[in-house]
């Protein structure tokens, strides 16, 4: 049994049956005969004790009960690349494996091809491999020097996900044989990181995209790796536990795209280290745990010089209680798109057309929500609202038709830092439209409308409920996204059973559902 541990094989990645773990011990447990490897399995319920074994501690593990004791012959070490390549593809030495007649299967594709009996032309198959899967096939080391650059010299892209790679090492083996690297999948492969700085090598110069989602790296790790990869563009790291960041310095300037979702951070402020990214673009934090957002150095109505070019961003999933993290975010000055469900925020308005205008309203240089676009006629009724539903507030806290006695309290535009932008932009809300105003909760009655379009007999009717206050402008916002009408200008009537016959135009944008005397089953007319 000794011949057939490794040399190397304690810290090695390995394979028993379908679970994987890592070997900490290699040697003889007495009284029993023989070489066991002790091993930590990644999923605890496996194992029967933390490493100790009749009073004698051979390793240690994170979970009390995550270890065992295997013997070297159950043990998978893995293969090297090329093999998995040869038997993921169908090109190992026992000839190609066919799919229907003629035809040979790269992955997910189905290629046809005459004849393919010769080594020669097997070896010209895997010459023109360039995108490359061995996810899940058990590579764990390089293999032969040279042999991957001179076997598949074309490869740009490899997914070598939940694998049986140990080191960084091992992958800096692999990649340095693959010239023009450009993507590189490796989640779900834990693995050791260098601890200090390394020499900086042109093995990674082309790398743009890299995922090391459950690979155990920190970000300090990240940081030490970082000068290897100069053209970086796209970095996952979902679901490393990673807690605390630190600033890159002269490092993934070149990034567009981070993913640090599923790592619980400590705060919020941990992502004014990475704010000075200039070319980040787009920014997820699903799950992260963060309960606020701040950029201190804007104050109302002015923009951060944090995250400078920051298009998208995603918070779904977090701990966001406070609207003043919503009013942080106009702050970013190239923001276009936000998800944000499942934050405790938005069950402040259990309204969801109300919340959605209400953000929308709040952050003015937004495109997309939620994956939902923002057309102009949707924006321009969420900001009317806006005006006019805190308009009252706005007089109470020493806001004016007068410019020149308009002064409103800090607290307010803490609250609503973009109202005297909107105030601008349509003017002060006038004394007639505040009076009478319903509160936000949306009490007031719902009707049950049904929405017709009689010009597209294919689209079926739809029945939808709706607060007599509703705007036209609102509804017609509501109605783009519920029949996904392209941006077109949409013509609204309705049709009773008192005016039969009869319909009545919807012309008036600003002016809501009950000025049309409008009542529960009632039909709602849509042409564009």
């Not at 539903?389 to 706005?394: L, P, R, S, T, Y």
Request: with cysteine; glycine share 6%; charged share 25%.
């Amino acid at each position: 049994m000794t011949a057939r541990v490794p040399s190397d094989a304690l810290g090695r990645r390995v394979l028993c049956g379908a679970e994987y773990a890592t070997v900490r011990y290699v040697g003889s447990v007495p009284p029993t005969a023989g070489i066991w490897l002790g091993v930590e399995w990644d999923d605890p319920q496996r194992g029967k004790h933390d490493g100790t074994y009749e009073g004698t501690q051979y390793f240690k593990c994170r979970h009390p009960r995550g270890g065992s004791f295997i013997r070297p012959n159950k043990a998978n070490f893995g293969v090297d690349f090329l093999t998995a390549v040869k038997d993921r593809y169908g090109l190992n030495d026992q000839g190609v494996q066919h799919g229907t007649e003629n035809t040979l299967v790269f992955g997910k594709k189905t290629v046809e091809f005459v004849g393919m009996d010769s080594v020669a032309e097997q070896q010209s198959q895997l010459n023109r491999l360039v995108d490359i899967s061995v996810h899940e096939c058990a590579v764990s080391h390089a293999g032969q020097k040279e042999e991957i650059s001179r076997t598949c010299p074309n490869i740009r892209h490899i997914n070598l996900s939940k694998n049986l790679i140990s080191s960084w090492e091992t992958v800096t083996a692999i990649a340095s044989q693959v010239q023009n690297l450009e993507t590189l999948n490796l989640s779900e492969n834990k693995m050791k990181f260098p601890s200090t700085s390394t020499s900086v090598s042109s093995v990674f110069s082309k790398l743009r995209i890299l995922a090391l989602n459950q690979t155990q790296i920190t970000w300090t790790e990240v940081l030490l790796c970082a000068p290897g990869w100069p053209a970086l563009e796209e970095l996952y790291l979902t679901s490393n536990n990673i807690t605390v960041l630190e600033r890159p310095d002269n490092v993934l300037q070149t990034l567009k795209l981070l993913d640090l979702s599923d790592n619980q951070l400590l705060d919020g402020n941990q992502l004014h280290l990475i704010a000075h990214l200039p070319r980040l673009e787009q920014l997820i934090l699903r799950n992260t745990g963060i309960s606020s957002i701040h950029f201190p150095d804007a104050g109302f109505g002015c923009k951060t010089k944090m995250f400078p070019s920051l298009k998208r961003l995603a918070i779904n999933d977090n701990k966001i209680s406070q609207w003043s993290s919503i009013n942080e975010l106009d702050k970013l000055s190239s923001l276009q798109s936000l998800q944000c469900h499942n934050n405790p925020f938005m069950d402040t308005e259990k309204n969801p057309e109300t919340l959605r205008q209400l953000i929308i309203a709040k952050i003015s240089q937004l495109e997309v929500l939620n994956k939902s676009e923002i057309l102009p006629a949707e924006r321009k009724g969420a900001e009317l609202d806006y005006r006019k539903i805190f308009g009252n507030d706005w007089l109470a806290a020493g806001g004016n038709w007068n410019p020149e006695k308009n002064k409103p309290s800090e607290e307010f535009l803490t609250a609503h830092p973009r109202y005297p932008s909107l105030c601008l932009k349509y003017g002060a809300p006038e004394e007639g439209e505040l009076k009478g105003r319903q509160p936000l909760t949306l009490k007031n009655q719902l009707l049950t409308l049904t929405i017709k379009c009689p010009e597209k007999p294919e689209q079926k009717p739809v029945e939808k409920k709706l607060p007599e206050s509703m705007t036209i402008q609102r509804v017609k916002g509501l109605l783009y996204r519920l029949l996904k009408i392209p941006g077109s200008e949409l013509k609204l009537s309705y049709e009773s059973s008192k005016l039969e016959g009869k319909e009545v135009e919807l012309d008036n944008d600003l002016k809501p559902l009950q000025f049309y005397s409008i009542e529960n089953g009632d039909c709602v007319l849509v042409r564009w």
